[in-house]
């Protein structure tokens, strides 16, 4: 029996979530193209009869501006302790501006004594042979135990990441049951999945200042569970953007969320939305407390 903790590490948007999706096979971190979509360490685990690994999705290292963004910045450093390797994740579109701050984030994540794999990510994204002097530029980061490139959307080359992965293991115990995938509780995940939506679905700052939490979660005797969840945002103004005209966004958004949150609890879901304002919520300790960061 092997099994070890693997970090998934990167900026923002790299990348990281959609692959720990696809290592896992199943949704456990919400996606989006708006950078600092994860906010916290998400696990996904993947097992096998004889080999599990717990993988640890991160937020994107970026340089905090407000308190969530510290908090954020905890859970990167924490889900590097005592682990057996690191997963590097870059998005292979990548420009000569950006290598500086490629290797200050590398560097940040002090990982002397790890194994760092770099996940040469979007391949999809490019021909062939302009991806080899991207390789040759981004070898020079750092001294990598490998390099692979990868499509974390497409799930090119991911088995032979996950070969790679599978030489830092060693002889131990399974850490989670068989039938587990995430650490996350339900309530957890049906948060996010709505924040997911309106991340999507909104534009400009709105979608950074968007928190959801669920109020209430009840499965009633119908088989139905009713759901009741408050999206926060930071001003008015961004309060009627969310509703939208005649409610169309608002509807939207629980519409998209629904279908998700119905498939991941394999019931039929009554969701109801309302639309809170907490002035400035990313910068008050308590608030961020209150809605589940710890
Ligand atoms: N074309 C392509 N797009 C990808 C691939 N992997 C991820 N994306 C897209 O890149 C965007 C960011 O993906 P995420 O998985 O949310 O990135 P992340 O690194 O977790 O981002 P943060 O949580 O914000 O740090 C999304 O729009 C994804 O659909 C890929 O292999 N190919
Ligand atoms: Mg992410």
């Given amino acids: 029996m092997k099994s070890g903790f693997i970090a998934i590490c990167g900026r923002p948007n790299a990348g990281k979530s959609t692959l720990l999706n ?3 096979g199943e949704k456990v ?23 599990q690994v717990v993988l640890i999705d991160t937020p994107g290292i970026h340089k905090p501006h407000n308190k969530l963004s510290q908090r954020m910045e905890k859970y990167i450093y924490t889900a590097t302790e005592d682990i057996d ?29 790890i194994p760092v794999i770099l996940a040469v990510n979007k391949i999809d994204t490019k021909e062939r042979l302009e991806l080899l002097p991207i390789l040759d530029k981004l070898k020079d980061l750092y001294p990598f135990a490998a390099i692979v490139p990868i499509s974390a959307q497409k799930g090119n080359n991911i088995p032979a990441l996950f070969d790679n992965l599978k030489g830092f293991l060693s002889e131990g115990p399974k850490f989670f049951p068989d039938d587990v995938i995430t650490d996350q509780p339900e309530r957890q995940i049906v948060a996010e999945f709505i924040r997911e939506k309106a991340l999507r679905l909104l534009n400009k700052e709105v979608p950074h200042g968007i928190a959801v939490e669920i109020e209430r979660m009840k499965l009633k005797d119908s088989g139905t569970y009713e759901i009741l969840a408050a999206i926060y945002c930071e001003k008015q103004s961004h309060k009627g953007i969310i509703i939208g005209k005649g409610g169309e966004k608002l509807k939207q958004i629980g519409k998209q969320a ?14 109801e939305l309302w ?15 209150e809605i589940g960061f710890e």
């Fill in 85 to 113: 390797a690191l997963v590097y994740v870059v998005d292979c579109n990548i420009k000569d501006a950006e290598l500086d701050a490629e290797k200050e984030a590398l560097c940040g994540l002090k990982t002397a004594d």
């Fill in 275 to 289: 639309v809170r304002v907490k002035e400035d919520w990313r910068n008050k300790e308590n608030f961020i407390t």
């Fill in 29 to 51: 971190a919400i996606v989006s193209n708006k950078p600092q979509t994860t906010r916290t360490k998400i696990l996904g685990v993947y097992t096998e009869p004889d080999l």
């Fill in 258 to 271: 629904r279908t998700d949150i119905e498939r991941f609890l394999g019931t039929k879901v009554y969701l």
């Fill in 22 to 24: 696809q290592i896992v």
